[in-house]
């Protein structure tokens, strides 16, 4: 007997709840305090359960909020069936869990599983397509059953729990689609209305809307489950995560919104930095949910969240006192939905009855909030657009007074302008005058350089042909009396060749004898000696005329093809009595193609560089040897440009005036040494050649300039 006893208490260790009587004429019920929980801090298997009934607790709301839990909470509830029907339905209406498992007691007292529902499975798999939890409850009448309903998710848990006929449950379902058929449409048209109103207007504003109510329609629809069953119905890994993130962007959005509609910058700075602020906790919060820190994620975002609707309700109440007319619209919107959403929290916490109004009241809410905020932007439209054509009447009002102000300067100011006119004319005639005295100026200026110029290469040819023609006059008398020698010696032959006293042997005998006297041998020397002299200075003279006909160029004014070379060696020529013994010369000319220019002003841009050059090495090393003259031509890397090189080692020019060395009238010889005009013609005939002057130098060791010059002129 005691055997049995012990036998007895071992199968059937569990208790019997308070129950829930199912009589014919039920339909729907809520289990309200039939219902016990058990929530741990640890995961409690099923075999545990019957160890742990003592510590379920009755509870003390239909519709229990149990928060958030890292661990699997218990519901234990019975049912009694009093009815004729055998079939009814547990709908568990709260699609954001993650993990939903029934369980009964089976006849050896065990718990038992009869469906395991949840997100981390597709959407398939349910037993019915529905977005609540919806599981079967078999029961022959008069039998009584304990269940027990294990539940699990990353957010927070609300049990809306009712057991119903399954008719009954249908019709509840289909009256809460419609509902949310009603939101889903009003959101879509919403999002496309103002969608194509930005696309009109391109106010930044009706985008951020735009974006607000897609993701909040997104994260409602996703609450109740409709995402998961018709968007992404074989993608549980997203579901779990997708309402966090719609929510973080939805109120991201917002707050660029409001931002952008009540215009925080210049109405309130302050709010705007805490905007910033919740911006910010928005990005951490999305980022969390992304990495996996689901339940952190979700607490964060709910905080957040409390903050913003928080500071947008007194930012909106602050700008409206501020007489912001579009502000009347967002905080009547604001406030509406902050009551939507108190009730919906008072219905999660037991205060207020869970049904069709109370669950849909947040939904119903955002319905008016969308379409006030629908009607403030139209509103804003209108007031901005009062705002312009105040501002334009103004702009009008203030274009007509400055046009009679206009008006009435013009008669004083054209007064004024004939005043002003008559002493420009007056000017105009005084500086006519001046032009002209200062072109003769410079014109006189110009003629004084080329007299300078001309004066030196007259020097410089006088001295260059002097010494030739030295060779011819100072051989004229030499050779005068050799040749009177030689005709002497001619009359002596033709007297000893007619003599016919003499005999043949003493007339040769005589002629030897004269020739030895007159030294016929040396005589032949000196005049094959004298006759090359004078070639010599004829050829030199020949020579200086050549090159001072290449140098002169009479047609200069006409662009013609030369040869650099042959310039640039014509006037080394003249230049040649400058050069000191002690200057050494080094020429290296490259082979040059005929190059389109003014031959007579490029030959005048030689001598100008060369003179500065030679007076630059004279100057340091004043007659002494060690003096170097360069001298190199060749055709630049792009084959369409020539240069010629003239580099010196003389005293180089000092960095404080190398800037200068262009302009006209400077120089740096003493009085009477250069007019300082020579560069600046040097300067403006490289350029009338479409040409450039690079100059390099180092004081105390010399100077380069490299004269680039294009091949042909381009007109």
């Not at 039920?26 to 016990?36: C, I, K, Q, R």
Request: net charge negative; glycine share 4%; hydrophobic share 45%.
């Amino acid at each position: 007997m005691l055997f049995r006893l012990l036998l007895f208490l071992l199968i059937i260790p569990i208790p019997v709840f308070s129950q829930i009587q199912l009589a014919d004429n039920f339909e729907y019920v809520a289990p309200d305090s039939n219902l016990h929980i058990l929530k741990l801090d640890r995961e409690v298997q099923p075999q545990e359960i019957k160890t742990l009934l003592h510590e379920f607790i009755p509870s003390k709301s239909a519709n229990p909020n149990l928060g958030i839990s890292k661990f699997s909470v218990w519901v234990a509830f019975s049912i009694q069936n009093l009815s004729n029907r055998s079939h009814y339905l547990l709908d568990v209406a709260y699609p954001l869990l993650d993990d939903v498992e029934l369980y009964d007691v089976d006849d050896t007292g065990h718990l038992r599983s009869l469906a395991h529902l949840g997100s981390f499975k597709a959407f398939k798999h349910r037993t019915y397509q529905s977005t609540n939890y919806i599981f079967d409850l078999h029961l022959k009448s008069p039998e009584t059953k304990q269940y027990f309903l294990r539940v699990k998710s990353s957010e927070q848990i609300i049990l809306p729990i009712a057991v119903g006929k399954p008719d009954i449950v249908w019709e509840r379902l289909w009256k809460e689609n419609i509902l949310l058929g009603l939101f889903l449409g009003v959101v879509l048209i919403m999002a496309i209305y103002n969608f194509f109103l930005f696309l009109s207007v391109r106010d930044s504003a009706y985008l951020y809307y735009v974006l607000y109510i897609s993701f909040l329609g997104l994260t409602q629809l996703g609450i109740v489950g409709f995402n998961f069953q018709f968007l992404w119905p074989n993608n549980p890994e997203w579901e779990s995560v997708s309402v966090v993130l719609f929510a973080c962007l939805s109120s991201i959005a917002v707050l660029f919104f409001s931002n952008q509609f009540l215009n925080l910058r210049t109405n309130a700075p302050i709010i705007r930095k805490m905007l910033l602020v919740l911006l910010v906790l928005f990005v951490i919060s999305f980022l969390l949910m992304i990495f996996g820190y689901h339940q952190f994620a979700f607490e964060l975002m709910q905080i957040t969240t409390s903050l913003e609707t928080a500071v947008l309700f007194v930012a909106s109440l602050y700008v409206l006192k501020k007489n912001y007319l579009p502000a009347r619209y967002f905080f009547i919107a604001w406030f509406i939905l902050l009551i939507g959403a108190l009730i919906f929290l008072l219905k999660d916490y037991g205060i207020l009855p869970y049904n069709l109004f109370t669950s849909n009241s947040f939904r119903l809410a955002s319905i008016i909030e969308m379409a006030l905020l629908s009607f403030a932007l139209a509103s804003r439209i209108n007031i901005l657009k009062k705002e312009k054509e105040i501002s334009q009447a103004k702009e009008l009002a203030t274009s007509l007074e400055n046009e009679r102000l206009i008006r009435e300067q013009n008669v004083v100011l054209e007064l004024k302008v004939e005043e002003r006119t008559s002493e420009l004319m007056e000017a105009n005639e005084s500086l006519q005058a001046t032009l002209t005295h200062l072109k003769e100026t410079q014109s006189q200026l110009v003629e004084a350089e080329k007299m300078a110029s001309l004066g030196q290469l007259t020097a410089g040819v006088a001295h260059e042909i002097n010494n030739p023609i030295n060779f011819v006059t100072s051989n004229v008398a030499p050779l005068k009396r050799d040749i009177n020698m030689i005709w002497d010696t001619l009359e002596e032959v033709e007297h000893l060749a007619f003599d016919q006293d003499l005999s043949l042997s003493e007339k040769k005998s005589r002629i030897q004898a004269y020739k030895e006297e007159i030294d016929i041998e040396y005589l032949k020397t000196e005049v094959d000696f004298l006759l090359k002299g004078m070639s010599d200075g004829a050829n030199r003279t020949a020579e200086i005329v050549k090159s001072l006909r290449i140098f002169s160029r009479v047609d200069e004014d006409t662009l013609k093809f030369a040869d650099i070379n042959e310039g640039l060696e014509s006037t080394m020529v003249i230049l040649n009595s400058l050069i000191q013994q002690g200057i050494e010369v080094k020429k290296n000319y490259g082979d040059l193609p005929l190059i389109e220019c003014y031959a007579g002003k490029l030959n005048q841009v030689f001598l100008n560089v060369l003179t500065n050059a030679i007076y630059a090495i004279n100057k340091k090393f004043v007659n002494k040897p060690g003096g170097v003259l360069k001298l190199n031509t060749g055709i630049e890397e792009d084959q369409s440009f020539i240069f010629i090189s003239i580099e010196d080692n003389g005293i180089g020019i000092p960095a404080n005036i190398r800037e200068k060395i262009f302009e006209p009238f400077f120089t740096t010889k003493d009085v009477g040494e250069g007019t300082g005009l020579g560069m600046s013609i040097a300067y403006n005939t490289i350029a009338k050649h479409n040409g450039k002057i690079v100059v390099d130098s180092v004081v105390g060791e010399g100077t380069m300039f490299k004269l680039i010059i294009p091949i042909r002129q381009i007109i």
